[in-house]
């Protein structure tokens, strides 16, 4: 089974930023085969990463949804055909963008094989990273169903503090098997001790990192050496058993 690692928090916490950090240093690290997944409905982890992205999730989704039957091909095969080919293969790593969630006329076969698809193609990567929406509505949506290490990040502030439990109380009462979690202080050199929650790390803000954005580069023109990204490293290193 593939180790899933799945980052959440607040809106603008540095969710995307992480989760390329970690692709990149997994990549890196030829730790295995790696699939990023940008569950957010406003995608931009390819784009953090510098990869195109043909299509998403959702697109195959509505797509098989208004499927006539008697075109020669079935719904499963159609689907897991459409999604083959909207994996974005980049350098060490794969990205599937997942799309907008089901609206009201949710069509629960297509759900289905959703669920089923993501399972059976996860498994077939050594790590999958999953960069979640600022709610936790990803997984509550269950198309994941065990996590290796849930990472919620936040700023060390009473807000951070507050959405940190928020997100950890919602998550230990999902049907999800969690091995580990803990938070991870973004732009902070000290984090806030929180009872019943681990502390994973902290990340300081950085310039660099701030300046990527900006500048249109990529998390892998990031220096080898950025402390940000030493601390994702350091991280993984003490995290990931
Ligand atoms: N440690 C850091 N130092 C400096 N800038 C940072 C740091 N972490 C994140 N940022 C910057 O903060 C901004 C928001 O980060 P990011 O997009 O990763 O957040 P997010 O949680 O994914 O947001 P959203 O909820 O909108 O998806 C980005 O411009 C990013 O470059
Ligand atoms: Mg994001």
Same mark, same amino acid.
């Given at each position: 089974?593939?180790?899933?690692?799945?980052?959440?928090?607040?809106?603008?916490?540095?969710?995307?930023?992480?989760? +390329?950090?970690?692709?990149?240093? #997994?990549?890196?690290?030829?730790?295995?085969?790696?699939?990023?997944?940008?569950?957010?409905?406003? +995608?931009?982890?390819?784009?953090? @990463?510098?990869?195109?992205?043909?299509?998403?999730?959702?697109?195959?989704?509505?797509?098989?949804?208004?499927?006539?039957?008697?075109?020669? @091909?079935?719904?499963?095969?159609?689907?897991?055909?459409?999604?083959?080919?909207?994996?974005?293969?980049?350098?060490?790593?794969?990205?599937?963008? @997942?799309?907008?969630?089901?609206?009201? +006329?949710?069509?629960?076969?297509?759900?289905? #094989?959703?669920?089923?698809?993501?399972?059976?193609?996860?498994? +077939?990567?050594?790590?999958?990273?999953?960069?979640?929406?600022?709610?936790?509505?990803? #997984?509550? *949506? *269950?198309?994941?169903?065990?996590?290796?290490?849930?990472?919620?990040?936040?700023?060390?502030?009473?807000?951070?503090?507050?959405?940190?439990? *928020?997100?950890?109380?919602?998550?230990?009462?999902?049907?999800?098997?969690?091995?580990?979690?803990?938070?991870?202080?973004?732009?902070?050199?000290?984090?806030?001790?929180?009872?019943?929650?681990?502390?994973?790390?902290?990340?300081?803000?950085?310039?660099?990192?701030?300046?990527?954005?900006?500048?249109?580069?990529?998390?892998?023109? #990031?220096?080898?050496?950025?402390?940000?990204?030493?601390?994702?490293?350091?991280?993984?290193?003490?995290?990931?058993?």
């Amino acid at each position: 089974m593939a180790t899933t690692i799945a980052i959440s928090g607040k809106g603008g916490s540095g969710k995307t930023t992480i989760s +390329s950090m970690i692709v990149r240093a #997994l990549v890196e690290q030829s730790a295995g085969s790696v699939l990023a997944v940008d569950a957010d409905p406003n +995608s931009c982890l390819a784009l953090t @990463m510098g990869v195109e992205v043909e299509g998403t999730i959702a697109e195959i989704r509505d797509l098989t949804r208004d499927k006539k039957d008697n075109d020669g @091909m079935d719904r499963s095969r159609f689907f897991e055909y459409g999604i083959q080919k909207i994996v974005a293969e980049a350098k060490g790593f794969d990205v599937l963008t @997942m799309g907008h969630p089901e609206g009201p +006329s949710c069509y629960c076969a297509a759900n289905n #094989l959703l669920r089923r698809y993501i399972d059976k193609l996860s498994n +077939s990567y050594d790590f999958v990273i999953l960069d979640n929406e600022a709610g936790m509505e990803h #997984l509550s *949506r *269950r198309t994941t169903n065990h996590v290796d290490l849930l990472c919620i990040v936040a700023e060390p502030t009473i807000i951070g503090e507050v959405t940190a439990k *928020r997100i950890a109380g919602l998550v230990s009462n999902l049907p999800i098997e969690i091995k580990q979690s803990g938070v991870i202080w973004n732009r902070a050199d000290n984090g806030i001790a929180i009872d019943g929650i681990d502390e994973l790390g902290c990340i300081s803000f950085d310039q660099e990192l701030y300046d990527i954005a900006r500048q249109s580069n990529t998390i892998f023109d #990031l220096d080898k050496d950025n402390p940000a990204f030493l601390a994702v490293k350091e991280i993984l290193r003490t995290n990931l058993s």
